[in-house]
């Protein structure tokens, strides 16, 4: 059994957009989610989906399921929650989910990083590893920077995970679908 | 078979010393005399920061102890405390004999207002819970009821013969 959790930003900042990431960065990434799911989970049949997002805080919006109508409800509903970003909360409750499931877990964090608040994301990264859970980052921006930079590479190092930069649509697409996909593959 | 949660402070470097000596002993022992005991791992700051869920991998505890930065701020011991229940009760297998959770806290504040009805929650689902501290002195608002108060000395942990015999009590349920 595959297992991935969704874990998307909804702080204030996606709703800005970005070259052809519109009208927001959120609208966006919802309606590519709402594609490439659906494909993932036809081309594998033992993928499970779960999902948690976070902006100050995070939550669990739904559970590990291979129910498409269940998982295409909940990502038709995603929007802007608030203020501050905290992927290191929402990487900890990613975990949470998947804590219960066999097979391969991963997370895929998507995020236009300005990382500011909560659990520190290499802290939440050791507690990923020591539970075999690999974490991808698909980051809706130009460049990384600083702390963002420092703390993105030290987690995928830690999780064995990959880091896509993703500043256009197209872009963003592709990087879902190899991040997707790539829990198949590397079987 | 019992469940362990080890709940840290990580707001000192002192205290986290003490913690882990504590903690590298307690596992050579479970490992001799329990290896069946399933043990994780909780740090926390002004909030809680799971890092080892109830596993039988004792040597991961170890190897997680040795990663863990010191977050200086104030501590919330409820927060710490919250998430170890949680676990416990989880990932509770319905195998375990007994219910632990290790909880090292300075007394340096009385912690949030929720952390005694935490203690009475934990004794309602039949989980015992330690506080260590490293001070003597009894701050007025530390109550026993179901909170077992264990002093540790911070000087010579590895000699502290109330180390040895706070393992005892809780391994062998003496």
Redesign the interface.
Known sequence: MNNIVLVIDVSLSMKRSLNDLIPSKISAVKDALLFIVRRAMDRNNSLKIGGVVFYGRSVPILPLTRNKNIITNTLSRLRVLGEGSAPGDGL?EA??LL??SYGRKKAVIITDAEFNE???L???A??AS??GVETDFIVLSEQLKGDDLYLIDKTIRLCRGRKYLTPSRNEFIKALYASLNSIEREL | MDDIVFVIDITHPGIVSLETSFIKRMIERLKENEPYSRVGLVAYSNRALPLVDLCYDKTLVVKTLKEIPILQSTPKPETGLYEAIDMLYELDDKLCMKKHILLWYRLTNKPGKHFFELVDLASIEGIRVYLFTPFKRRPKWLKNGNLKVVYLSESKPGKNKSIDKTINEIIEGG
Do not use: E, F, S, T
């Open positions: 900890v975990v949470k804590r219960r909560g659990i520190p290499d802290i939440a050791i507690y020591n539970h």
